[in-house]
């Protein structure tokens, strides 16, 4: 093994986590080089977690006559034969109680100062309000009976607030279900298969709603793209090479993951060191063999090829993706926001003054000439800054468009490349060209068009009557060599052979 292997092997419980990720339930045997395709760990890493997880979840072993040997897990990576003590589950629900408060600070507070701001004036022009119909029904007796309400309605919306918006309130999004525990409101949906397919279509039409303080933030700072598996471009090579029979050239990577040609190279020497593969030159070209990488418990299932990177091209997320509705709404609290800070800098409303308020001094007593920095100057800034991070993002839209064309354009143009040379049909200039224009919707320079073609392995070739064709050399004896070695490629590399030994018996 060399150094750099050794260095990048995984310690068996890393392994085994990762394992427990890709496979979910495991219900047949399983290979090393089954586990290895399914999660993208190299083989040795797949090795060392398989034995973590038989050790862990009670698994068996069994080996054919080839020597390899199959991991059988009779009750999934589940342990039905622990009891979990009161103790256990007590500390169990606090972590689940703990981690729902976290996940809600975390991505709810941006909402929280938006509506808590809203709440707050509110409640100081309701205060005021009544404090002035008070003082003139009395005539002025007492102007301090009147102002001695802002503390009441103060903590009345604040109640409200807190109790409609905190995270395990039945009003807030998901309920306390959301947050690992179960909704109330949909247990007692009915009874009977019936009320389970009400309370199943509840559940749906739930996962499908968006919470509102998620529709801030995409308001401000866009949809959160989805998480990126690390390991996604090689579970789909492995899965190619396993569909191509263990046999696969540059052209089939780029197909499946869309990496550009100086990418794809040296990914490749990478995988020959993970999964035990090796270098084939036939009829001048090159190809990468992985026969360890065939053998499979399940020898009548059909390995099938991943389909194509450009199948889905990628695409400029909404803006927002919120309704034009719950925009608007976003944009008048914020709004309302900023013009009642306004107002409380003018009027010098601070947190001292509303203090006496709500003791009960009278407006004529109060301090006069004070900056209003928690009413005032906070709620200013915070809203003016929300307002700005959404025409900061419109001002850099058109380079992010730009830039998606590009990678539409791009992949088409591999698609025609790819998907010619199978067929043995040319690529001019002009197939070339509509392409990119069909896929990216805007006319490729010339530069820009000659850079991508270059970088897929093409040379100009002019013909007699004048027109540009580009010949990939490359690619086209790969694809041949690639064709007659999946032709002469045994079956017997599949095969795990008779069981000779079984630790369930």
């Known amino acids: 093994m060399t150094e750099t292997s050794a260095a990048r092997t995984m310690a068996p419980a890393t392994a085994a986590e990762a394992l427990k990720s890709a496979l979910g339930r495991p219900e047949k045997p399983l290979t090393v080089a089954d586990a290895a395709t399914t999660s993208g760990l190299p083989l040795r890493d797949a090795e060392s977690g398989l034995h973590q997880l038989v050790a862990e979840y009670r698994g068996h072993l069994r080996v054919g006559d080839t020597g390899d040997l199959l991991f059988v897990f009779p009750t999934g990576f589940t342990k039905p034969w622990v009891v979990i003590d009161g103790v256990s589950r007590f500390f169990s629900r606090a972590g689940q109680l703990f981690g729902g408060v976290a996940r809600f600070v975390v991505r709810a507070w941006l909402t929280v100062v938006l509506l808590g701001y809203v709440a707050i004036f509110l409640a100081v022009i309701i205060a005021f309000a009544i404090a002035r119909s008070s003082g003139n029904s009395s005539n002025d007796r007492d102007e301090g009976v009147g102002f001695s309400l802002v503390g009441g309605v103060l903590r009345i919306v604040a109640e409200a607030f807190f109790w409609t918006f905190h995270p395990f309130s039945p009003f807030a999004y998901g309920g306390y279900g959301a947050y690992g525990g179960y909704g109330a409101s949909d247990e007692r949906v009915g009874w009977g298969s019936a009320g389970a397919g009400a309370r199943q279509q509840k559940k749906r039409q739930k996962a499908d709603e968006v919470s509102f303080?998620?529709?801030?933030?995409?308001?401000?700072?866009?949809?959160?793209?989805?998480?990126?598996?690390?390991?996604?471009?090689?579970?789909?090579i492995l899965a190619a090479i396993r569909a191509g029979k263990g046999r696969?050239?540059?052209?089939?990577?780029?197909?499946v993951t869309g990496l550009p040609r100086e990418e794809a190279d040296p990914s490749m020497a990478r995988l020959m060191v993970d999964y035990e593969g090796d270098v084939a030159v036939h009829e001048g070209g090159i190809l990468y063999t992985f026969s360890a990488l065939r053998r499979t418990a399940d020898e009548g299932a059909e390995e099938r090829a991943p389909s194509p990177a450009w199948t889905k091209l990628p695409e400029v997320p909404p803006f927002t993706g919120n309704g034009d509705g719950a925009n608007f709404l976003i944009v008048v609290l914020n709004g309302f926001n900023l013009v009642m800070s306004g107002v409380a800098l003018e009027s010098g409303l601070s947190l001292n003054k509303l203090i006496m308020m709500f003791q009960g001094v009278k407006p004529k007593l109060l301090p006069q000439g004070e900056?209003?920095?928690?009413?005032g100057?906070?709620?200013?800034?915070?809203?003016?800054?929300?307002f700005a991070i959404p025409v900061v993002r419109a001002l850099f839209r058109g380079r992010e468009k730009k830039k998606v064309a590009a990678e539409r354009g791009r992949l088409a143009i591999m698609r025609e490349v790819l998907t010619r040379i199978d067929r043995k049909q040319p690529i001019t200039d002009a197939v070339a060209r509509d392409a990119y224009r069909e896929a990216a919707g805007e006319e490729p320079s010339d530069k820009q068009l000659t850079r991508e073609l270059v970088r897929l392995g093409g040379d100009v070739e002019i013909r007699a009557e004048g027109r540009v064709r580009y010949r990939f050399a490359d690619l086209e004896t790969e694809a041949a060599a690639v064709e007659l070695e999946r032709e002469a490629a045994p079956e017997s590399e599949r095969k795990v052979g008779k069981i000779v030994f079984r630790s369930d018996d």
């Open 213 to 236: 303080y998620e529709k801030v933030n995409r308001f401000f700072f866009g949809i959160t793209p989805p998480p990126v598996d690390p390991r996604a471009n090689e579970k789909k």
């Open 248 to 255: 696969i050239g540059l052209a089939d990577v780029m197909r």
């Open 371 to 375: 900056l209003a920095v928690a009413l």
């Open 377 to 386: 100057v906070v709620p200013l800034v915070f809203s003016l800054v929300l």
